[in-house]
T-cell receptor, first 111, second 115 residues
Framework: DSGVTQTPKHLITATGQRVTLRCSPR?????VYWYQQSLDQGLQFLIQ???????AKGNILERFSAQQFPDLHSELNLSSLELGDSALYFC??????????FGNGTRLTVT | AQTVTQSQPEMSVQEAETVTLSCTYD???????LFWYKQPPSRQMILVIR??????QNATENRFSVNFQKAAKSFSLKISDSQLGDAAMYFC????????????FGQGTELSVKP
């Protein structure tokens, strides 16, 4: 068990809809990362938060947004969903000088 | 920008044998970390081994060891005494703390273990 909790495990929704993915980092970890894993794109970095502040941004679409709350949990919001957004979304957390520990992912299916 | 390349999309090994997975990377930085992650069919991402670039000694974790060649920008993973449970997708990853701790992954190598 990595200590990183992601909910829900599975999500099925229709095109055009909006969903929220939630992540609770390991105890003590201040950094939270979001990654998208799709069949044809591999693991793509989306965004990182550190202690509530956005730290780094990757190939995150404008339809996607994220935030990290004072209790350090994070949410990834995906809106105006398209079929191509179907993927496994991972959250990971780390503290200074430590490797990233990943949650079990949320599998999003857009129909 | 940093890149990570895994040139072997698939590898196969006989149970109890040794296999080496290749990884090369490109960077202009001197301080960074390299990792191997394992993703079994359950799709979890499991950290296998970690190497700090400033350390010359190759990291080892039980049956897993790396061959880190900094000048050649090469970071291969050796799995000894392969077990059926080692079958998974293996990802090589680069971590630059100068870029906010963003982990950059290779494309992955699918390892199958034959009984």
């Amino acid at each position: 068990d990595s200590g990183v909790t992601q909910t829900p495990k599975h999500l099925i929704t229709a095109t055009g809809q909006r969903v929220t993915l939630r992540c609770s980092p390991r105890s003590g970890d201040l950094s939270v990362y979001w990654y998208q894993q799709s069949l044809d794109q591999g693991l793509q970095f989306l965004i990182q938060y550190y202690n509530g502040e956005e730290r780094a941004k990757g190939n995150i679409l404008e339809r996607f947004s994220a935030q990290q709350f004072p209790d350090l949990h994070s949410e990834l919001n995906l809106s105006s969903l398209e079929l191509g957004d179907s993927a496994l979304y991972f959250c990971a957390s780390s503290s200074y000088n430590s490797p990233l520990h990943f949650g079990n992912g949320t599998r999003l299916t857009v129909t | 920008a940093q890149t990570v390349t895994q040139s072997q999309p698939e590898m196969s090994v006989q149970e109890a044998e040794t296999v080496t997975l290749s990884c090369t990377y490109d960077t202009s930085e001197s301080d960074y970390y390299l990792f191997w992650y394992k993703q079994p069919p359950s799709r979890q991402m499991i950290l296998v081994i970690r190497q700090e670039a400033y350390k010359q000694q190759n990291a080892t974790e039980n049956r897993f060891s790396v061959n880190f060649q900094k000048a050649a920008k090469s970071f291969s993973l050796k799995i000894s005494d392969s077990q059926l449970g080692d079958a998974a997708m293996y990802f090589c990853a680069y971590l630059s703390y100068n870029q906010g701790g963003k982990l950059i992954f290779g494309q992955g190598t699918e390892l199958s273990v034959k009984p």
